[in-house]
């Protein structure tokens, strides 16, 4: 069965309760809108026709107030539904929030009606819908899901704030750290046998995976081994230890010096190490190190231009080396590198490491290494590879997953 792609998503509507008047311009009413009725018959069957959670900030059962509950719902919301119709004071200052707090996907409707809107949101697009019949709910039902789907696709800006400034603003958000590990692979189109997918959790619980990549700074310098990174927790786990889990030989950073005699690598450089003792404990082969960061005097360290190489050049190693080439490798994890760290979105990034991986597969249909993995540590990670997984048509249905516990 095909997975539906908005599973998860929540949407948060933005719109007056219960029976309300519009007036036109001079005050004059010029109509009655139920808007519960409007919520219940139009959007709420509309969205949850997507598959996706509807609920509205009378919905929400928690206690407190109502406003930490409503900013809560649009900062949370996946998309936002919001009815302009009454001109309610409220309501535009919640789509004024939604817009800051969000580039998309925002879908403004408006029962249509005479009534002339206000000059700043002229410029925006707004759905009309009308509620004397079936067959018109079902047309404005059909308008706003194309306008839900085709937001949450194709993420583009529909924020009038973000459009002005997304040079500008970035909104922070907390990543959710997924403590569960799950394991999905989905079949190669057009390279059989072959497959790409996700791994949940904190790395050092996965031990199925033949090569772990590790995004590294040019000078291949891995991280100290207690900070909060891949690097450092590689370095950490890799490690010989006592018993009071003191550091007793740094195997897997000291063979990387070893091998890099105090020299720098080339952006998009992979150099392979040994694993140390997550051999043992993880069953990982191999560690290759990606020259995926650059530091720089005065700015610190930032992504390389071209980060997607080393996905590249991660591939193309464990193919073509000789010496690998006799170590059984089959099944390979990349990090999303560089997708907390540039202005550019997540999604972006992410979608330009995957484009990568696909790229080499079908260039080499024969290649050693049959799965790949990217590791979903935190709840952004595994949305935006589940966003990439199941609308690229390179990647098909998702194939059969062994339990990562066996």
């Given at each position: 069965m095909t997975e539906n792609k908005y599973a998860g998503k929540k949407c948060f509507v933005i719109m007056p309760f219960g029976k309300k008047d519009v007036l036109d311009g001079k005050g004059t009413v010029i109509d009655t809108v139920d808007f519960n009725q409007v919520y219940d018959q139009l959007i709420?069957?509309?969205?949850?026709?997507?598959g996706i959670v509807c609920e509205r900030c009378d919905e929400i059962p928690e206690s407190g107030s109502i406003h930490k509950k409503m900013f809560k719902g649009i900062f949370e919301a996946d998309l936002a539904i919001v009815d302009i119709t009454s001109l309610n004071q409220n309501v535009f200052y919640e789509l004024g929030v939604r817009h800051a707090l969000h580039k998309y996907v925002t879908v403004?409707?408006?029962?249509?009606?005479e009534q002339p809107l206000p000059f700043n949101i002229r410029g925006l697009g707004i759905t009309y819908y009308e509620t004397t019949s079936e067959e018109l709910m079902e047309k404005a039902r059909k308008e706003i899901q194309a306008l839900i789907?085709?937001?949450?696709?194709k993420q583009t800006i529909d924020s009038i704030v973000h459009d002005a400034l997304d040079d500008e603003v970035r909104v922070e958000r907390k990543p959710k750290i997924i403590e569960t590990q799950e394991e999905k692979l989905f079949d190669l189109t057009n390279v059989p046998g072959r497959q790409i997918g996700y791994i949940t959790g904190n790395i050092k619980k996965i031990k199925n995976v033949d090569i772990w990549v590790n995004s590294e700074n040019t000078n291949m310098q891995m991280a100290r081994p207690f900070e909060r990174s891949i690097s450092a927790t590689i370095r950490y786990e890799g490690a010989k230890k006592d018993r009071a889990g003191?550091?007793?030989?740094?195997?897997?950073?000291?063979?990387l010096q070893?091998?890099?005699?105090?020299?720098?690598?080339?952006?998009?450089?992979?150099?392979?190490?040994?694993?140390?003792e997550l051999a043992?404990?993880?069953?990982?082969?191999?560690?290759?190190?990606?020259a995926s960061v650059v530091g720089q005097p005065g700015q610190g360290y930032t992504p390389i231009n071209n980060i997607s190489d080393c996905i590249y050049e991660a591939l193309k190693l464990a193919d073509q080396d000789e010496e690998l080439a006799r170590e059984d490798l089959h099944s390979i994890l990349f990090p999303l590198m560089g997708t907390g760290t540039t202005k550019m979105s997540a999604q972006e990034i992410a979608n330009n490491l995957i484009d990568a991986a696909l790229a080499y597969m079908e260039e080499n249909p024969s290649s050693r290494i049959n799965k790949i993995y990217f590791l979903a540590y935190n709840a952004?990670?595994?949305?935006?590879?589940?966003?990439?997984f199941i609308n690229d048509p390179r990647i098909s249905t998702p194939g059969e997953v062994e339990d990562p516990k066996a």
């Open positions: 709420k069957k509309a969205v949850e026709e997507l403004v409707i408006q029962k249509k009606t789907q085709n937001g949450l696709d003191f550091i007793i030989e740094d195997l897997i950073a000291e063979d070893r091998i890099m005699k105090g020299r720098d690598a080339t952006p998009g450089k992979v150099i392979p190490t040994t694993s140390g043992r404990t993880n069953k990982v082969k191999r560690i290759f190190h990606a952004q990670d595994l949305e935006i590879c589940r966003h990439k």
